[in-house]
């Protein structure tokens, strides 16, 4: 069953075609856990941006491999764009999906301060 997120002020609203996670990933990295992320990865054509995208503006750390994209008027960064071996991805901010209860969900550590 799809679910749906958006940023805080509601501006820019997505819909995942896809199963509600019962997993997170929580990264270690200087960016992800500054922000408190809790991701999952889901292909491109699995994810559509439903609304608020001139509200959208770019963020590009480290080896610019991420676009991070967040929120011009709230700040909040719903997902991001990025490549995996399978082709273009989307990393959701499950903390940005209002029907998922993060405590509920397996975390999978991942030690991205090291890359």
């Known amino acids: 069953m799809p679910y749906t ?3 805080h002020c509601g501006a820019v609203t997505f819909t995942v075609a896809a199963d509600t996670p019962t997993q ?3 990264c270690n990295c200087s960016h992800c ?8 990865f889901v292909p491109a054509d699995q994810f559509s941006l ?10 590009l750390f480290y080896k610019h491999a991420i676009t991070h994209q967040f929120c011009k008027t709230c700040g909040t960064q719903a997902f991001a764009i990025g490549q995996s071996p399978q082709g273009e991805m989307r990393a ?7 029907s998922i209860d993060i405590d509920a969900l397996t975390i999978q550590k991942v030690d991205g301060a090291s890359f």
């Open 5 to 7: 997120g958006s940023c």
């Open 24 to 26: 997170g990933m929580v």
């Open 33 to 40: 856990s500054r922000k408190g992320f809790v991701l999952t």
């Open 50 to 59: 439903d609304s608020g995208a001139d509200q959208l503006t770019d963020y």
């Open 92 to 98: 959701v901010n499950l903390r940005c999906v209002p």
